[in-house]
């Protein structure tokens, strides 16, 4: 079935430093959204994007999808302490219209 | 205030029994989804309604069951069919292939 792998699993980062996590589909998509969850939290949407080749960008975060709009990635610019959690990316399928969310990435940030 | 109220947030139960998850929303949202997260897993989707008396499995349905009665309203019962419950459990609704707004989650445990 249609998978979406998200990398890396885990991210330690020194505050200032930058971050990117990147997801993989399968199968082409027809958007992808990217979720935050906080530690002891409940995910949070961030943004959808539609179009292949899109780039937008919030503050110091900055969201990519693909050409193929098989691939995205999240990157964030000067890590702060507020960025710690997980970050999910959710791809929904080009064929079935369903939602497939990727593992997640957990960021940590030292201060 | 617009939202989804998940209750109750803790829940403990003995093996054979039988618990329900409430979950209701005035978003006013048609669609409405119940997921469940393990460490490292990200969201696996359980059960999802896309609109009232009408509901559909999703990926790791067994042992769950669901009803949709009400639009506001998407209850989760875990059954004694289920073999391994415990685990924090996310309720979500969304305009249909729009951004999903998540419950603040019940995290089941059994003893």
């Known amino acids: ?17 930058d971050f990117t996590t990147y997801c993989n589909s399968s199968t082409t998509l027809s958007n992808i959204q990217w979720y935050k969850q906080r530690p002891g939290g409940h995910p949070v949407f961030l943004i959808q994007l539609v179009k292949s080749g899109e780039v937008k960008k919030q503050k110091r975060l900055t969201f990519q ?3 193929a ?11 702060q302490t507020t960025d710690v959690g997980t970050y999910f990316c959710a791809g929904r399928s080009g064929n079935t219209g369903k939602l497939i969310f ?7 940030v030292k201060p | 205030d617009g939202g989804i109220t998940q209750s109750p947030k803790y829940l403990f139960r003995k093996e054979g029994q039988n618990v329900t998850l409430s979950c209701e929303q005035n978003l006013n949202h048609d669609a409405m989804y119940w997921y469940r997260q393990d460490p490292g897993q990200g969201l696996r989707l359980i059960y999802y309604s896309q609109i009232v008396n009408d509901f559909q499995k999703g990926d790791i349905a067994e042992g769950y069951s669901v009803s949709r009665e009400k639009k ?3 209850p989760l019962t875990v059954t004694s069919a289920q ?3 415990t685990a924090f459990y996310l309720c979500a609704s969304s305009i249909y292939t729009g951004e999903l707004f998540f419950g603040e989650g019940s995290r089941l445990t059994v003893l």
Not at chain 1, 69 to 79: D, E, R
Not at chain 1, 102 to 108: D, F, V, W
Request: charged share 15%; hydrophobic share 25%.
């Open chain 1, 69 to 79: 709009k098989k691939n995205s990635s999240l990157h964030i610019t000067a890590t």
């Open chain 1, 102 to 108: 990727g593992q997640g990435t957990t960021l940590q």
């Open chain 1, 65 to 67: 999808f693909g050409e």
């Open chain 2, 83 to 85: 073999k391994n419950p």
């Open chain 1, 1 to 17: 079935g249609q998978q979406v792998m998200q990398i890396p699993q885990y991210q330690h980062v020194q505050e200032g430093e």
């Open chain 2, 72 to 74: 506001e309203s998407f």
